[in-house]
Structures are given as structure tokens and as C-alpha cells.
């Protein structure tokens, strides 16, 4: 099955750089999309980027557009969140979901989830 774990996130100032891993525990998931969503305190889950299929294609949402690039080492069965010039709006817990099927923006259609890492950025 597929079991993820995300790591990476921590206290930042405005500016500065991160990198999120999402990492898959269970068997390989090269053909499957991975997605990286984001919520923080009363806000609703907000679609970040996702990477489909073992040549990458990619989507970002707009808040990270420009600034954040998801990447994926199949070997390593490991997804990869870079975040430049970070804000303190992007203070969230980032987490990695994954489904089988077509790339999709919406949290709801992923069936898989990490338990999240708390991403804090100090102005």
C-alpha cells in the first residue's frame, strides 16, 4: 500500500528557503499522482502543487506559482516540495496525498495522506 511521511518543515524567517520530503513507506508509487495541499487554523485544505506520472508533469496552485517546485526520485519512492521566498502566509501544516488515477486539485479526491508538517514563517 502506500503510507507517507512527510518531513522537512520548521520555523523560518521571510525569505528564506525550505524543503518538504514526502516519502512512501510502502511499495513503489511512480505511477501515481502526488499532490502537496496546505492548511492553516479555520481556513479550508488549499491545493499547493502536484506531480503526475514517472516523467513528472506538473501543476501548482497559485500561491506557490513561481516560487515552489515539486520534483519526485522514484528511486527513493520520495516527492519533493521546494519552497523559495517564503511569507509568513505560507505558514500552514503541508501535507502529501497521493492518488492513482489523473491529476486533480481537489484535496477531497486523494486517498492517501501524510500526517502533515507544520511549515512557520516569521516575519
Known amino acids: 500500500q502506500v503510507q507517507l511521511v512527510e518531513s522537512g518543515g520548521g520555523l523560518v524567517q521571510a525569505g528564506d528557503s525550505l524543503r518538504l520530503s514526502c516519502t512512501n513507506s510502502g511499495r513503489t508509487f511512480s505511477n501515481y499522482c502526488v499532490g502537496w495541499f496546505r492548511q492553516s487554523p479555520g481556513k479550508e485544505r488549499e491545493f499547493v502543487a502536484v506531480i503526475c506520472s514517472s516523467g513528472g508533469s506538473t501543476y501548482y496552485g497559485d500561491s506557490g506559482k513561481g516560487r515552489f517546485t515539486i520534483s519526485r526520485d522514484n528511486a527513493k519512492k520520495t516527492v519533493f516540495l521546494q519552497m523559495n521566498s517564503l511569507k509568513p502566509e505560507d505558514t500552514a501544516v503541508y501535507y502529501c496525498?497521493?492518488?492513482?488515477?489523473?491529476?486533480?486539485?481537489?484535496?477531497?479526491?486523494?486517498?492517501?495522506w501524510g500526517q502533515g508538517t507544520q511549515v512557520t514563517v516569521s516575519s
Open positions: 496525498a497521493a492518488r492513482s488515477t489523473y491529476y486533480s486539485r481537489r484535496y477531497l479526491d486523494y486517498n492517501y
